[in-house]
Nanobody
Framework: QVQLAESGGGLVQAGGSLRLSCQASGLTFSPYRMGWFRQAPGKEREVVGSITWSGGSTSYADSVKGRFTISRDNAKNTVYLQINSLSPEDTAVYYC????????????WGQGTQVTVSS
């Protein structure tokens, strides 16, 4: 059974930082492109960014470029999302997801971790 488990969310003051983790189990992690998404209250889910299977290439939504960094450790079956300079607009549930190949839909999703930023 494939599972993606996010952790690291919480309540943080504006200007602070968090590192979210997403640990995968039940699959061979390294071939998967991994993505991070978020959904704010009352809004649709949006993509934050993604990372290729090797970690050699990342992409980000314009809204988070320069503040968010995605990395991965294939030996630990884990992908990370470093979030800096948090603002209340970053308050959302953050999800990780995995897929095989850039042109495919994300096949596996985690349950999400809540990030709340106070002003």
């Amino acid at each position: 059974q494939v599972q993606l488990a996010e952790s690291g969310g919480g309540l943080v003051q504006a200007g602070g930082s968090l590192r979210l983790s997403c640990q995968a189990s039940g699959l061979t992690f390294s071939p998967y492109r991994m993505g991070w998404f978020r959904q704010a209250p009352g809004k649709e889910r949006e993509v934050v960014g993604s990372i290729t299977w090797s970690g050699g290439s990342t992409s980000y939504a314009d809204s988070v470029k320069g503040r968010f960094t995605i990395s991965r450790d294939n030996a630990k079956n884990t992908v990370y999302l470093q979030i800096n300079s948090l603002s209340p607009e970053d308050t959302a549930v953050y999800y990780c997801a995995g897929k095989l190949g850039a042109g495919r839909a994300y096949a596996y999703w985690g349950q999400g971790t809540q990030v709340t930023v106070s002003s």
